[in-house]
């Protein structure tokens, strides 16, 4: 009797340690360790530096929007959208707002882009043995919307200059008429005949 009723306690102590321990177990995100850089590359379906701006819940993943800075793997957009589970127990990965990260991410289906806690993903002070070993990477995939507008020539515009029309000189005899309009030549007889008409009256008044 002894003995069944010490193991019928045995068995409900643990069971109840097994019902406890089992959330716990079920909680952990269990990840093997990172591969080589060359290796987490190939294995990868993009590979990138970039900073998140922007982060947004949809049900059980959380949707990081990148700003992509250089590209070792895949062909990038400048922005480009990382999906990853909401709960690090599902393995999924927060990423600080504004910090450069070293990104290597999968594919999910529809051709979308995910990341976790169990990639090499870094931020990039700490990935200087990836750096050394993938390289420079280069700039991102411009789209034609994104592309800079043509910059303004600073040159001053050019201002031609104008001729400078010259009036007519009189000459010793009378007035030089050339092409001036209607009025300027009405003016031009006009004061040609006042001119005309005083020199007589001058010489007859220096006769003593």
Same mark, same amino acid.
């Not at 006009?190 to 003593?208: D, E, N, T």
């Given at each position: 009797?002894?003995?069944? $009723?010490?193991? *019928?306690?045995? /068995? +409900?102590?643990?069971?109840? #340690?097994?019902?406890?321990?089992?959330?716990?177990? *079920?909680? /952990?995100?269990?990840? @093997?360790?990172?591969?080589?850089?060359?290796?987490?590359?190939? /294995? @990868? /379906?993009?590979?990138?530096?970039?900073?998140?701006?922007?982060?947004?819940?949809?049900?059980?993943?959380?949707?990081?929007?990148?700003?992509?800075?250089?590209?070792?793997?895949?062909?990038?957009?400048?922005? !480009? =959208? #990382?999906?990853?589970?909401?709960?690090?127990?599902?393995?999924?990965?927060?990423?600080?707002?504004?910090?450069?990260?070293?990104?290597? @991410?999968?594919?999910?289906?529809?051709?979308?882009?995910? %990341?976790?806690?169990?990639? $090499?993903?870094?931020? !990039?002070?700490?990935?200087?043995? %990836?750096?050394?070993?993938?390289?420079?990477?280069?700039?991102?995939?411009?789209?034609?919307?994104?592309?800079?507008? %043509?910059?303004?020539?600073?040159?001053? &515009?050019?201002?031609?200059?104008?001729? =400078? =029309?010259?009036? &007519?000189?009189?000459?010793?005899?009378?007035?030089? +008429?050339?092409? &001036?309009?209607? #009025?300027?030549?009405?003016?031009?007889?006009?004061?040609?005949?006042?001119?005309?008409?005083?020199? &007589?009256? @001058?010489? $007859?008044?220096?006769?003593?």
């Amino acid at each position: 009797m002894l003995g069944r $009723r010490h193991l *019928a306690r045995t /068995a +409900i102590v643990a069971s109840v #340690i097994g019902a406890w321990c089992a959330p716990s177990i *079920a909680r /952990a995100c269990s990840c @093997a360790p990172p591969r080589p850089p060359l290796e987490a590359q190939q /294995a @990868a /379906a993009v590979v990138f530096e970039g900073r998140t701006f922007a982060v947004a819940r949809e049900g059980a993943q959380n949707r990081f929007s990148f700003e992509v800075l250089r590209v070792w793997k895949g062909e990038l957009p400048t922005n !480009v =959208q #990382i999906w990853s589970a909401s709960q690090s127990a599902s393995c999924g990965r927060a990423y600080e707002s504004g910090l450069p990260y070293l990104v290597y @991410a999968h594919e999910l289906p529809g051709g979308l882009l995910g %990341d976790g806690l169990c990639s $090499r993903t870094r931020p !990039v002070s700490n990935a200087a043995e %990836d750096l050394e070993v993938l390289g420079a990477g280069r700039a991102p995939v411009r789209s034609p919307g994104s592309s800079t507008p %043509d910059t303004p020539s600073l040159e001053p &515009p050019r201002i031609e200059p104008v001729a =400078q =029309q010259t009036a &007519p000189t009189p000459s010793k005899r009378g007035c030089a +008429i050339g092409e &001036p309009s209607t #009025i300027t030549t009405l003016l031009m007889l006009l004061g040609c005949a006042i001119r005309s008409w005083s020199r &007589p009256r @001058a010489r $007859r008044g220096a006769k003593p």
